[in-house]
């Protein structure tokens, strides 16, 4: 009786451990979907780089009015809040300190451009003598470590998001290939047997038949290398099952700003530039307070050598400034090159796919009047599928290529 008990209550355990394990292996197989606007969402929420960045604007603007939700960190452009805040002061409505204070290093960028044409500041504001410009100018670096982030993860979910579109497809045509290689094989090994075909040519089919399917493992590998690293840059459990949705590249993605237009929005708004421009004004805030200080106490060596070292600071700036726009102008040039190199493979490639095309066209045909076999016919079809290939990564190369140029003439 008791042996009978025991054996039913183990045979209950397993019909409900049957019923329950394979519930659990599909929810940790669901596959998730992604599309390339999700993986960049899920990416800039998956670091607490934001986080730090956001913690320390609260703390140095809080003393200065700021609220804690006013600092959440999410696409940063200078021009666009600069006009933001310049439309809010000439309206009229209250400027907190560190709104004034950021319009102050806007000022100090952008004076000198048409974005500043028959603007000023005054009355409501004195940039020349606005105080606290050493706080400011943390605000603005803090402002621009965050944009600068924000660009590097899209940038490299961007890279490895193509990267992965393409290798599905090249191990999808691949595989295509195998079909058709395999079938191939087997009538030369028939027709080898028959005596009807050379053993050269059933080693040559057999070898490329190998090669093909080491190539085949090669492309998975490299996929399952994608896929880590993309999982781990959006914050995403190894054991998920990654569907990456098709990003069709638009014809506004591929479109070539001019250089002249380029060049001009880098020189006025990239880091490299911006924040010695910073720098240079909040040194020459303090000068004024400095030498007000001396009136008073003149014979303070500290003082004194202090007033010096500001100001040789200001010439330091200007140097600098020099030298990074003549980088910025190499960059940018730099990334034009590549475009132009790009941009010829992408007509090399479209003339290439046409091509293949035709031969296909021309191959069905031909198919059809008995003139070529059905695999003369598939090898056809897969040399235009590979054309296509060649034809999508040009043009995936070229779109990543102009938006590196577009976040290069930014922040």
Not at 116 to 123: D, G, R, Y
Not at 129 to 158: A, H, S, Y
Not at 312 to 319: A, H, Q
Request: net charge positive; hydrophobic share 35%; with cysteine.
């Amino acid at each position: 009786m008791v042996v009978k008990k025991i054996f039913g209550v183990v045979l209950l355990t397993f019909i409900l451990m049957q019923s329950i394990v394979p519930c659990a292996a599909i929810t940790q197989n669901k596959n998730t979907a992604i599309s390339l606007d999700t993986a960049y969402d899920k990416a800039i929420l998956a670091t607490n780089q934001f986080d730090k960045i956001e913690k320390s604007l609260y703390k140095l603007t809080k003393p200065y009015g700021a609220l804690e939700e006013t600092h959440k960190m999410h696409k940063y452009d200078m021009k666009t809040e600069f006009n933001r805040l310049y439309d809010k002061m000439i309206s009229g409505q209250f400027l907190q300190s560190y709104e004034q204070g950021e319009l102050v290093m806007y000022y100090a960028v952008f004076k000198d451009s048409k974005i500043f044409e028959n603007k000023t500041l005054k009355p409501v504001i004195y940039p020349d003598e606005f105080p606290n410009c050493d706080v400011w100018l943390q605000m603005m670096q803090l402002k621009i470590n965050g944009e600068t982030l924000r660009k590097g993860l899209i940038d490299g979910v961007r890279q490895l998001y193509d990267n992965l579109i393409l290798i599905n497809d090249s191990i999808a045509l691949s595989e295509d290939y195998l079909k058709v290689m395999e079938r191939e094989l087997y009538g030369i090994e028939q027709k080898f047997k028959n005596g009807t075909a050379s053993e050269i040519d059933f080693n040559k089919s057999r070898m490329d038949f190998q090669i093909k399917k080491l190539e085949l493992n090669k492309q998975k590998r490299t996929k399952e290398n994608l896929e880590f690293n993309l999982k781990k840059n959006l914050g995403l459990k190894l054991n998920t099952v990654l569907e990456i949705k098709p990003n069709e590249i638009s014809q506004r993605e591929l479109y070539i700003p001019s250089y002249d237009i380029s060049l001009k929005n880098a020189l006025l708004n990239r880091k490299e530039i911006a924040i010695p421009k910073m720098n240079k004004l909040a040194a020459q805030t303090r000068l004024p307070i400095i030498d007000k200080y001396l009136t008073y106490v003149h014979e303070n060596e500290e003082l004194q050598l202090t007033f010096k070292e500001t100001v040789l600071s200001i010439d330091e700036f200007d140097n600098e400034i020099k030298v990074q726009e003549e980088f910025v102008r190499k960059d940018i040039d730099n990334i034009y090159a590549k475009i132009s190199y790009n941009k010829k493979s992408v007509d090399i490639e479209t003339r290439k796919y046409n091509e293949s095309k035709k031969s296909y066209d021309k191959a069905k045909i031909q198919y059809q009047s008995g003139l070529i076999s059905s695999t003369a016919l598939d090898y056809s079809r897969l040399n235009c599928d590979a054309s296509r290939l060649n034809y999508e990564k040009a043009t995936r190369d070229l779109a990543y290529k102009i938006s590196v140029l577009t976040a290069a003439c930014g922040v």
